[in-house]
């Protein structure tokens, strides 16, 4: 019944990304079980589930930041535009530079300027930029911070509130031009206000990027995506998706009891 | 209700009521505050005293001057036959010469040392490593002398060679005489081996502090090994690097009895930059070399170079919290 779900979603764009039988071990501890999801071209997916459920897990395993904690492993594909990201030959690097990422805590580099921070991309990546300052001008004015702080580029990034730190942590990552952007609970540490305008950045950016967000905040993935899959684990079981599917009828019309328990609050 | 308040506010003292304990603790700390500068000005009261016979003798010559003659240990006022000259400039460069060698060793060498263990070597050997260090920072200087005479000495000398004979487009590399032994070169390398460990002790608390939200952040925008750590770990700790430098420094600059063993030192004329040429100065081995037969003029001397050694010493340390605010200060 989900996979009727999610054609009707993909009808609208081509697969950007799609996860393939992700399942995630740390050490011998099986965390992930079986996970299989499509990501649009320019859509919007939301990753909703109780604490502890792999949600965070899962979404680094999708540009290969996953990797980068002792003992993580890991089966399965995770094709990007078609190609496995986990091929023998792929440069993870790489990977990462096409798939950006907005993490749970606003990041900023503290010994960087606010410009420096936009381009420190550019730089950890040994690219050459033309023109530094449209990107950083263009940059920060798609993460709506550019109004904030066009008068103080030069001063220190750690100034800055909670809300303008997250969105020059999304500038940041805008400035190597991903296709795709993982936000992990990207609002969690934030205010009502500086949420709203995170939430009208995503918007934004979902016209020309696909994004994928993992939320605590049912009513946050009904404002801003497209797609909800909702993850659940057993105590000591492995995680999985209960269900996946256009988040207008994942949220009001449910197929999974556990789902509509969860979206009405019942537990979680 | 009634709200009665006064019309004009005031600002006021708010009394804090401290309790007894906190009294007392506050006191041991005061005391213990003004103890360790006691100390501090007392030392450099009593070597200003000690040194101030020949101060007055020789005025800033003392400082000025290249020359180190004990003669008869009476000044001409004294009816001296044998006038002696005390003037120590080489022995204060020299000191800062080496120290600065050792530092430029070690500063690269304990940092990377300090990268290795935190993020290259597998988590297991970390303990060993780590103990390692620690083992070679509490080895005693004079067995650190006696190891550079004996075993350092005659490979450093091959290597100042290679140096002299392939780098000589770089005056610092030049010489006059060929010998290469107890020159400032081996004297640093010395030193080096030293305060390595202080510096990849240091560096190592340093690095492993860095938050690891940062590193996620550097991986994640494509940051190689290397681009995150000179891009995010380097510069949020420089501050403790350069205190780690700072402590080698102050090891270097102080070090007596290793430099004593592989050092020729020359008290008539400076030696600015040749540190592969075999001779130099160190204000730490002057005074060991010089105490045992010293006239009381010639001990106030030796005095006047422990304070000449004390003030650069202090020197170098302003100049490395300097150092560490202006950096404080870009963030």
């Known amino acids: 019944m989900t996979e009727t779900l999610v054609r009707d979603s993909l009808e609208n764009g081509l697969v950007h990304l799609e996860a393939k039988d992700i399942n995630v071990w740390f050490s011998s501890k099986h965390v992930i079980e079986n996970i299989s999801l499509q990501f649009p071209e320019n859509s919007v997916t939301a990753l909703i589930g109780p604490s502890g459920c792999g949600k965070s897990t899962f979404i680094r395993t999708l540009n290969r930041m ?19 990201i986990y091929g023998p030959a792929v440069d993870p690097i790489s990977v990462r530079l096409g798939i950006g990422m907005v993490f749970q805590k606003p990041n900023p580099f503290p010994t960087m300027t606010i410009r420096e ?23 920060l004015t798609r993460s709506s911070l550019w109004t ?42 934030l205010d009502p206000s500086s949420t709203r305008r995170i939430e009208a950045t995503i918007r934004e950016l979902s016209e020309s990027m696909t994004i994928v967000i993992v939320t ?43 789902t509509e328990d969860y979206v009405n609050g019942r537990f979680g | 209700m009634t709200i009665t308040s006064d019309p004009v506010a005031t600002p006021q003292v708010i009394p804090i009521q401290r309790t007894r304990g906190d ?25 200003a005293k000690s040194a101030t016979p020949v101060l007055q003798a020789f005025g800033y010559h003392f400082f000025t001057d290249s020359s180190w003659y004990s003669g008869d240990g009476l000044l001409p006022s004294e009816g001296s036959v044998d006038p002696p000259t005390f003037g120590m400039l080489p022995m204060i460069w020299g000191s800062v010469l080496i120290a600065s060698i050792s530092v430029g060793i070690a500063l690269p060498l304990g940092v990377g040392i300090a990268l290795a263990i935190v993020y290259l070597l597998p988590k297991r050997s970390v303990f060993g490593f780590t103990l390692f260090i620690d083992l070679v920072a509490a080895i005693p200087s004079i067995v650190f002398g006696l190891w550079g005479f004996f075993v350092l000495m005659p490979h450093g000398v091959l290597w100042a060679r290679w140096l002299n004979e392939n780098l000589a487009a770089i005056p610092i590399f030049r ?30 608390q340093i690095f492993s502090q860095v938050p690891p939200d940062l590193i996620n952040a ?38 007596t009895i290793a430099v004593f063993f592989v050092l020729q030192m020359f008290f008539d004329e400076v030696n600015w930059y040749r540190i592969l040429e075999s001779s130099g100065g160190s204000v730490a081995s002057l005074i060991i ?15 006047a170079a422990g304070l000449a050694l004390f003030v650069v010493t202090l020197l170098a340390n302003a100049g490395a919290v300097a150092l560490v605010n202006s950096s404080k200060g870009k963030k």
């Open chain 2, 218 to 255: 550097a991986q994640a925008l494509g940051g190689s090994r290397w681009t995150v750590i000179r891009d995010v770990v380097i510069p949020f700790s420089k501050s403790g690097i350069i205190g780690g430098a700072m402590l080698g420094l102050g090891r270097a600059l102080g070090e």
């Open chain 1, 216 to 258: 605590h905040n049912m009513q946050q993935a009904q404002r801003v995506s497209d797609q909800t899959a909702f993850f659940l684990a057993e105590e000591n079981q492995p995680g999985f998706v209960v269900e996946f599917g256009p988040t207008d009828s994942l949220f009001s019309a449910p197929n999974d009891p556990r």
């Open chain 2, 289 to 303: 070399s010089k105490f045992g037969e010293a006239s009381p003029l010639e001990i106030s001397a030796l005095f």
């Open chain 1, 66 to 84: 996953h990797e980068l904690i002792p003992g993580a492993q890991l089966s399965g594909e995770v094709l990007f535009n078609g190609n496995n």
């Open chain 1, 148 to 189: 904030e702080v066009r008068d103080r580029l030069d001063s220190s990034a750690g100034a800055l509130s909670g809300g303008q730190q997250q969105r020059l942590c999304i500038a940041r990552s805008l400035a190597l031009n991903p296709e795709v952007l993982l936000m992990d609970e990207p609002c969690s540490a």
């Open chain 2, 23 to 47: 009294r007392i603790f506050r006191g041991v700390l005061i005391a213990g505050g003004l103890v360790a500068f006691l100390v501090l000005a007392g030392i450099f009261g009593y070597l």
């Open chain 2, 175 to 204: 010489v006059e005489f060929p010998a290469y032994d107890q020159s400032p070169f081996m004297a640093g390398l010395v030193l080096a081996i030293m305060i390595t460990p202080i510096v990849a002790v240091v560096s190592r």
């Open chain 1, 117 to 139: 921070n936009v381009l420190s991309g550019l730089k950890l990546s040994g690219r050459r930029a033309r023109d530094e300052d449209s990107i950083v001008e263009s940059c």
